[in-house]
């Protein structure tokens, strides 16, 4: 049982270039999500997903794009790299267990990701 | 707009010492409050606080939630160098599950 892992663990892009984040989680999880921490922050919600096909915006969306194909991958898109993207990346999963349960999402292990 | 804020930002205590971590919120659909550790990597699960009142306990570590005034607190009791770390709150809102996370606390323990 690995949890959430995510690939790759560093990446250093150029400004304009493409790359994808890749996330899956062995959970069986309905509930995944990607955010990202920049220096000194907490972490800011920019997709979600409540199951397969299903996806919503975060907090900050702008410049990403994401997709729910399957219950258990969940990648983001950078189309246009800028220098406001330099930042760790998190994904993270979680299910629901009711209103009597303890909560918590599963985090995988972070991507660095810094666009110069 | 929902928000979480934490304070102090940066705190640096000996070993031994007693610490109190402050998370205020302000969040719609509100209902639960979540503590994470952030050592180098991902953040690790702590505490989840929904009732008003109880304490959570782990170890040297408790966490207690007032949604009449909208904060919760985090203490560490006999501090350990161990303790270094970043401590985030967050609040989860009904729904999607979403949490909202406070811009977090380092914790800088000295030996």
């Known amino acids: 049982n690995a949890g959430v892992t995510q690939t790759p663990k560093f990446r250093i892009l150029k400004i304009g270039q493409s790359m994808t984040l890749q996330c899956t989680q062995d959970m069986n999880h309905n509930y995944m999500y990607w955010y990202r921490q920049d220096p000194g922050m907490g972490l800011k919600l920019i997709y979600y997903?409540?199951?397969?096909?299903?996806?919503d915006k975060g907090e900050v969306p702008n410049g990403y794009n994401v997709s729910r194909s399957t219950t258990e991958d969940f990648p983001l898109r950078l189309e246009l790299a800028a220098p406001s993207q330099t930042s760790v990346y998190f994904c993270a999963s979680s299910s629901w267990g009711g209103p009597l349960t303890d909560y918590e999402q599963y985090f995988g292990p972070g991507t660095r990701l810094t666009v110069t | 707009e929902d928000k979480v804020v934490q304070s102090p930002l940066s705190l640096v205590v000996h070993e031994g010492d007693t610490v109190t971590l402050n998370c205020s919120y302000e969040v719609t659909n509100f209902r639960s409050l979540l503590w994470y550790k952030q050592e180098k990597k991902a953040p690790t699960f702590l505490f989840m606080l929904?009732?008003?009142?109880i304490e959570k306990k782990s170890g040297r570590l408790s966490s207690i939630l007032d949604k009449k005034e909208l904060f919760s607190i985090l203490n560490i009791t006999a501090t350990q160098t161990g303790d270094s770390a970043i401590y985030l709150c967050?609040?989860?809102?009904?729904?999607?599950?979403?949490?909202?996370f406070g811009q977090g606390t380092r914790l800088t323990i000295n030996p």
């Open positions: 929904t009732s008003s009142g």
């Open positions: 967050a609040a989860l809102k009904l729904g999607a599950q979403k949490l909202v």
């Open positions: 997903s409540v199951g397969a096909g299903i996806t």
